[in-house]
């Protein structure tokens, strides 16, 4: 079951996202390194659903996806998606982006955009059949993804 996450499941977050960290690196613009060092009230603070923030997880630690709000109240961006290996394929993906896009529309946004790494066809592929559309000019992304990742948007 995917559900969204609250303080009290920070240590669950933290375990799923360094477990993800270590399982796709190149994915993630922070390292498990770094993520390891984070205390406790980082983690509660990425768990606990806000106006501009939410974090999704399957509960048996399978599964992540986090979404945001950055200057423009419009704009959601969809962040640090990760299936662990045995659950690709399953649908599993298709449902995490669902919850980040009904997440977007109860928050009133007119959009959803995110960015794939290079060499990343598998993820690519997804977010098309979920009806984004790759674009070459993205709305401004409050962090520095790398300059050769692709964008996508899907408009609400």
Not at 118 to 147: I, M, Q, S
Request: contains cysteine; charged residues 30%; proline residues 7%.
């Amino acid at each position: 079951m995917i559900r969204q996450t609250t303080a009290e499941d920070w240590e669950l977050l933290r375990d799923v996202r360094l477990r993800a960290l270590g399982d796709a690196p190149e994915a993630f613009l922070e390292t498990v390194a770094e993520a390891s060092e984070f205390p406790e009230n980082r983690w509660r603070s990425r768990a606990e659903p806000t106006d501009t923030q939410a974090c999704f997880l399957r509960e048996d630690g399978s599964a992540m996806v986090s979404c945001f709000v950055a200057d423009d109240p419009k704009t959601v961006f969809l962040v640090a998606m990760w299936v662990a290996a045995a659950q690709r394929g399953t649908g599993v993906a298709r449902e995490l982006v669902e919850r980040v896009v009904a997440w977007a529309r109860e928050h009133g946004a007119a959009r959803v955009a995110l960015s794939v790494e290079p060499g990343n066809d598998r993820a690519a592929g997804l977010y098309e059949k979920c009806d984004f559309v790759e674009t070459k000019d993205p709305p401004p992304f409050p962090y520095e993804p790398r300059p050769d990742n692709r964008f996508y948007v899907l408009e609400l």
